[in-house]
């Protein structure tokens, strides 16, 4: 695959999702289901190391574009994720006392509860991949519980399960 | 006109070192750049918060883009986007390129054993956090559902069933 192939994927991900992470359905259903360039390990391991670090959440494109093509590749998906951001100067000139119109709130509805619906029906595919066994169904419970909370950071929740796993392989090993 | 070092330096401070995603970022700005320094009046924010979640991609991107245009032009939109992300992106890459050569690593495959299954919950509690502002709003509901089963079925491809429901959305307005 190209790398402008590959960024106009991951463009066409990031112009249909209205946060960050709502872009994986759309990358998903291009990059593993239907091109096969990369596998749901892949794409749970980039959500992973996105939420892990610094920056937005859209973030996982980067990773995306590094495992398809490399540091190119993640150009590509940078340059992706932040396009689009650029679409705010533009709608700023245009929308102004306009925002609140009925019409546009309701569009922003049904986007929010379709991406929703999208991201639940996204999660399938991928848990079958990431639980295997006991151990991460239990920490995927664990982790669930505190991000329901809301009162733990998601990056101390990732590697707090990450740790975790870690020390049972190291007591089992 | 804000002099740009001190522009630059405030959106990459706020889109680079505020972990926990978008809304601790927004959070963040709109405290340094509108109540703190009085770049903007308090009432943009309305405004730049909403032109944010218009517009595609990454919300807090969007608000920095916004944001600085207020301030600066858009030349300065342009240029915070990139203030805001490069330097996460480039350790983001690093990250990817570290794992990815030491993933045959059992201490590294354990790590990311549990790290995977806890983003299968927070796929789970972000859908969640989607819903939860309008799970008593019948359309949305519905909508929700059709998505969901669409998906599951494979009957359409993600982008056709959001702008479906964009356009379900927009015909019948919340009152």
Not at chain 1, 52 to 70: E, K, R, S
Not at chain 2, 163 to 168: F, S
């Amino acid at each position: 695959m190209s790398v402008l192939t590959l960024y106009l994927l991951l463009l066409k991900a990031t112009l249909t999702s209205f946060s960050g992470g709502t872009s994986l359905p759309s990358v998903r259903q291009d990059l593993v289901v239907h091109r096969h360039a990369i596998t749901d390990a892949q794409l749970s391991t980039a959500v992973a190391i996105s939420r892990m670090g610094p920056g937005p959440n859209g973030a996982f494109v980067i990773c995306i574009g590094q495992y398809i093509a490399g540091p190119a590749g993640a150009a590509a998906g940078y340059l992706a994720m932040i396009t689009p951001a650029w679409l705010a100067i533009l709608l700023l000139r245009l929308l102004q006392g306009h925002t609140s119109h009925p019409r546009w709130r309701g569009a922003i509805q049904g986007l929010t509860a379709a991406a929703a619906g999208l991201m639940l029906a996204n999660s399938w595919p991928i848990a079958q991949t990431a639980i295997t066994s006991w151990l991460p169904a239990v920490l995927s419970a664990l982790a669930l519980a505190a991000f329901l909370s809301r009162k733990i950071e998601t990056v101390w929740v990732l590697a707090s399960a990450g740790l975790l796993a870690m020390l049972y392989s190291l007591l089992h090993a | 006109m804000v002099p740009w070092p001190q522009f630059l330096s405030e959106f990459a401070r706020a889109g680079n070192l505020t972990l926990g995603g978008g809304q601790p970022m927004i959070a963040e700005l709109e405290r340094r750049v509108i109540s703190e320094r009085r770049w903007l009046p308090p009432e943009d924010f309305g405004l730049l918060y909403s032109i944010a979640r218009l517009t595609p991609g990454t919300n807090i991107l969007a608000f920095v883009a916004a944001t600085a245009s207020r301030i600066q032009g858009p030349i300065g939109g342009v240029l915070a986007v990139v203030a805001a992300s490069l330097p996460a992106g480039i350790v983001i890459w690093l990250m990817t390129v570290f794992f990815d050569a030491w993933s045959a690593n059992k201490w590294v495959a354990a790590v990311m054993l549990g790290a995977m299954a806890a983003v299968v919950a927070l796929i789970l509690s972000t859908a969640w956090q989607l819903l939860k502002p309008i799970r008593k709003n019948a359309l949305a509901l519905t909508l929700f559902a059709v998505a969901l089963i669409a998906a599951l079925a494979h009957i359409a491809s993600p982008v056709t069933i959001l702008l479906a429901a964009a356009v379900a959305g927009a015909i019948r307005p919340p009152k």
